[in-house]
Structures are given as C-alpha cells and as structure tokens.
C-alpha cells in the first residue's frame, strides 16, 4: 500500500514521476504528492488530498521545474486522508522532504522524544515523525544525509520504503527499505528511477535492483549505485533484466483494468501452463519446485497461507491436492497463522501464496514457518517480488501484471498453479492411475479454450446485474471445490460493489443464514454437475420454497435446473476439479456490470489498495 516513485537524472522529473505515480495508483488512492528541486535549489512540496489527477490539477500552475524529486500516493495507516497527511513530508527546517510506504511502529516515543527536543508536527503521521528524526541526527551527529538515514532506521521498528532528498544535498538520492519493496531502474543516461514496483520504470530501462531487507542506497545520476545495509555492510547491487512489457499496463481498448484483466484470462491461463503441462509425453514439469519435489511427498502436510483472493486459491488447491495427490493440507489466513504459536516442523512443508509478493502478514507468515525449519514455497504473479525472493522455491503464475484492485486473472492463475502442482504429486505418488492422468491432463489444456468460449457471453450476465444491481445484500452458495468460488465471489461483490455479500457452503444455509432468505434476497448458487449435484438442487428448493431469488452457475444443456431457478449463466461442460477456472468467470463478470451500474470506481474501490504491505 502506498507507491512510491523517484527520479535523478538530466530530464524534467515532474512527468516522469506524476506517470510513475499513475502506475502504481492501484497502490493506494487516498492522496498524492511531489518533492521537487527546483534551479535555484529550493525544495518545493506540493500535495493534495484525492487522486493523482487531483495531484496533477493542484500543480498546473506550480514551479515544477527540477530533474530530482520524489512522489507518492497514499493508502492512509496513521492520519486521515487529508492534504497535511499526505506525502511528501518536510523535516522541521524544510530542508529534508521524504516519502514513505510502510509503518513505523514506533512512532509514538519517538515522537514524544524529538518533541521534548524543540520538534514540532503538522501531521499525525508517523513519517512526519521519521523525517524529522532523520533531522535531528544530521544536526546532532554532523554526519551527511546517508548516514542520518542509516543511524535513524536502527533505531525504528517497522516497515519502510523510503525515498529522501535534502537541501543540504542537491545532487543526492536516498533509498532504503525493509517489509515494504522498493525497486531501482538504471537509465540508460546516467539517470535513475526509483519506484515500489517497475511497472513506472518499464517505459525508461529494464534493468533494475531489487534492494533487500534492509538495505540503504545512496543514488546519484551518472555514478554507480552504493548499497550498505543498516548495520553498515557494504553489498554489491545484483542488475536483473525485467521481462513484463507496456501494453500489458494499459487498458488496451477496455473501460476499466478489470474488465481487460477479466477477458485476459484464457491467455493468462494458458501462459500459466505454457512450458508446464505436456499431455502429449504424460508429463508436468515445475522447474521452479523441481528439486523439492520428493520433500513434498514425504511432508507430514503442506500449509497453505494466503490472505483475500490467494487465500480462495488456497482452498480450491486444498481440495486438489487432497483428492489427487492424498497429501494432508491445511489452508490458513497468514494474519492468523503468524500470531496463533502454530506447531510446525521441519516435516511441514508451507507454500505461500500472493499475487503481489509484498502482503505483509504472508510474508511475516514465512519468516515464521522459515525460523521454525519448514520448507517454504511460494506462488506468486510479481517476478522477484519479496515473497518470490524469501521463499526456498516457488512457481510462478505468469499472469501478467494485474492492475485492478479486485484480483482476477491472478485468481484464476494460482488456481491453474496448484491443478498443476496437484496433478504432478498425484503422478509421482502414483495416486491417480497413468489413464486417469492423462484425461485430466488433456482436460486442462483444454480449458483456456472453455474460458474463452464462456467470456462470450456476456448478454445474459448484463440482464442479471441490471435486475439486482440495487440489492443490498447477497448470498453465494457451492459446495465441496465450489465453496471457495462462492466466497470469492462474494468477495468480488462487495469489494466493488459495495454491496453485502456473503459466502456459504451450500449445505450450512440451514444452520443459520437461511433465516436470511425472502422475496428480495439473490443467492447465487454453483449448482454444476458434480458427484453432490441432487443435493445441491435440494439446497436450492430450501430457497426458493423461501421465495429467494436463484442465479444458478451450471453446465451448458442443463435443462432440469431451468424450471426450478430463476437465472441461469452456463459454463462449459468440463472435469469436477475444473470447475472452479470456469465458475469463477461469470461472477467476477456479474460483479464488475453492477459495479458499473451502481456507478462505482471498479479499478480503485474505496478503502482498498492492491498490494497491502500493512499487517
Ligand atoms: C481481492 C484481493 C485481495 C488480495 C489480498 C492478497 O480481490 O485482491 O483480497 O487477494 O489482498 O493479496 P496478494 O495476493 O497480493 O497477497
């Protein structure tokens, strides 16, 4: 949450980093500000409350002349969203301005104490607190800029990406992180970009470093980058070549990044399975996991942490992976798993999975089970994000940058991860027969093909969003490997929607939710052809004998389900274990049509940011 972007080089930074800021808005939204040097070497700080259009507006007529400067886009954690709490913030003198993606925990006896030394605040942020710390430092210690950085981020205890630049300084760049990810682009004149993901830094240079856990840069244009970290090592920038390219950031013909990242799914799951999946040879190949495959096989069990969307995709690889693969699997909320003393041991075998790579409480759910000798894998979308880098092994998704909040073809590509992963222990172990494996396998590659067939149909979907879309509430019923896709796709709803929604395995409406149930009340039911599809059907009667309203996901040419619902949305015919690639497609549909409907922001929903680097 929150994005960062900096620039040095010979070019004027202010574009260069209100279009940075644009990229990584999906970050937070809550408001956005620039530090810019100007020629005479003021430091100038605009901010505002809002977006970064209202960023870009507030400056029009400002001096934004200067070829350093910083800039940020916030997702509120301490102070409400107002111009003051905004980014940057100035050190008490003005001669320092930073910007920060994180936590500091300790801000309140820092503050207290830079307090009792004359300091005083115009925010009640805790980066306001951080500058100023810096401040004092370089006052009392008489050291330059890099050192006050690195003196003051021993003494905090949080998260942080920072970007800073000093007066004192003018030619000078300092970065640093730890918890929160920060990337550096290397220009290709001597220039530097500076950012918390590189999708700002594509367009400029794809060679990048990632700086790791605690690690300060000093950047200045036209000399090498120095890294130390905050105990004062010297460490040598590692350049990586980045592989993503622009198109995949723009909205390519689409109204909004969700409804593109929604149609892109037929490729995205292919793209997860290219290279992977050889029904042709019986084989599937995880390069990235290949070494431990046998450690997974003789796990006591595999845990799955994950939180929101990932943490679905957890579930659905828990069905897989026990029905395949007989392989004991828990699945946990990473929020939980970190603070509940879990017993794990070296046996254990945890896979993480994110889109991001940065969501704090998995990535605090890793070092967890890591300090406790489990072997950790991950499933992420983001090359070389943090999560990608802490774990001992991992797959990637390689869905493809996903740039609206509400996660999709992310969702859908950690699920064709796990199919995959399932599939492979099953062969290994012998736990499916070699016949079985291979119609399964032959199943799967057909699948994009199904999802691209499904995205077709969009008509039936507009008149059901169109019928419910001033509902103020919703239930989403499924059972065994569709109860996941019922709760994501009440997620779904009301993260964009901002309607209540919830979601239910189909048999537990008795215990409780049912009492919900009249004239008024959709309930979205998977009701596919699986081994539990009659009680599905009776599960349905019980609501409708209620006069509830039934959107029912079934197979194509189901005619006995017809007289019974009130909506159907057909899939394609395909395996049990498949359904949930498909199922899911026409709910995030159904959601993003009444979001537009309800006039909602669907790519940037109120409250939300994509990568939640806060715990
Ligand atoms: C919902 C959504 C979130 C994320 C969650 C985890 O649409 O996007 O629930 O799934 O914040 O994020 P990652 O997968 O980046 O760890």
Request: net charge negative; proline share 3%; with cysteine.
């Amino acid at each position: 949450m929150c994005g960062i972007v900096a620039y040095i080089g010979q070019k004027n930074a202010c574009p260069i980093l209100i279009n940075g800021l644009k990229r990584l808005e999906y970050r937070g939204y809550d408001s956005a500000g620039i530090a810019l040097f100007d020629s005479e070497q003021n430091l100038n700080v605009y901010k505002t409350k809002g977006k970064v259009s209202d960023l870009e507006n507030f400056i029009k007529d400002k001096n934004t002349e200067g070829k350093i400067g910083i800039a940020h886009t916030r997702w509120a954690t301490h102070g409400e969203p107002n111009d003051v709490n905004a980014h940057p913030h100035y050190s008490q003198s003005k001669d320092i301005a930073l910007i920060h993606n994180g936590i500091i925990e300790n801000y309140a006896p820092l503050r207290k104490e830079l307090e009792k030394r004359g300091f005083t605040f115009q925010s009640h942020t805790d980066t306001e607190v951080l500058v100023n710390l810096i401040e004092d430092i370089q006052q009392n210690e008489k050291v330059d800029l890099f050192e006050a950085v690195r003196i003051a981020l021993n003494q905090v205890v949080g998260a942080y990406a920072i970007a800073i630049i000093s007066k004192k300084e003018p030619y000078t760049l300092i970065v640093a992180r730890k918890g929160s990810p920060l990337v550096i682009g290397i220009g290709k004149e001597g220039d530097y970009y500076i950012a918390s993901d590189a999708t700002p830094i594509i367009e400029h240079t794809r060679k990048v470093v990632y700086l790791d856990e605690e690690e300060i840069a000093l950047v200045q244009r036209n000399t090498d980058i120095c890294i130390k970290t905050i105990k004062n090592e010297e460490k040598t920038p590692y350049v990586h070549e980045l592989e993503m390219n622009l198109q995949e950031l723009e909205k390519g013909g689409f109204n909004h990044f969700m409804l593109k990242e929604i149609y892109e799914q037929a490729s995205s799951i292919r793209d997860s399975m290219r290279g992977r999946l050889h029904p042709e040879t019986d084989t599937i190949s995880l390069g990235g996991i290949s070494d431990y495959e046998q450690k997974i096989l003789r796990a006591d069990r595999i845990i799955i942490v994950g939180c929101g969307t990932s943490w679905h995709a957890g579930l659905v690889g828990e069905y897989l992976l026990e029905e395949l693969a007989r392989i004991h699997v828990e699945v946990e909320y990473a929020s939980e798993f970190r603070y509940r003393n879990p017993i794990i041991s070296e046996r254990d075998v945890v896979i993480a999975i994110s889109q991001s790579g940065e969501t704090a409480d998995t990535l605090a759910a890793i070092r967890l089970a890591k300090e406790k000798g489990a072997t950790i894998l991950g499933i992420c979308n983001v090359v070389g994000s943090s999560i990608a880098r802490e774990t001992h092994a991992g797959v990637y998704t390689h869905a493809g940058p996903e740039i609206g909040v509400a996660s999709t073809k992310a969702f859908t590509a950690q699920v064709t991860v796990l199919t995959l992963l399932a599939l492979r222990l099953a062969q290994l172990k012998a736990s499916i027969t070699k016949s079985r494996f291979k119609e399964l396998a032959i199943e799967l590659e057909s699948i994009p093909e199904k999802v691209k067939q499904l995205l077709k149909n969009d008509e039936q979907i507009i008149k059901i969003a169109e019928r419910f879309k001033d509902t103020r509430n919703a239930i989403y019923l499924g059972r065994g490997i569709n109860f996941p896709i019922a709760l994501e796709g009440a997620l779904k709803l009301k993260e964009i929607s901002y309607i209540h929604a919830e979601g239910y395995p189909a048999a537990e409406m008795k215990h409780g939710p049912i009492a919900l149930i009249d004239e008024e009340m959709p309930v979205v039911v998977v009701a596919t052809s699986q081994r539990i599809y009659e009680k599905v059907i009776s599960n349905i009667q019980e609501i409708k004998s209620r006069k509830g309203k039934v959107i029912a996901i079934v197979t194509e040419g189901n005619q006995q389900i017809k007289d019974i619902v009130d909506y159907i949305i057909e899939i394609p015919c395909t395996e049990e274990l498949f359904v949930p690639l498909l199922a899911t497609i026409p709910l995030q549909k159904m959601s993003y049509h009444i979001a537009v409907m309800r006039g909602c922001n669907v790519d940037q929903p109120r409250n939300l940011a994509k990568s939640v680097t806060v715990e």
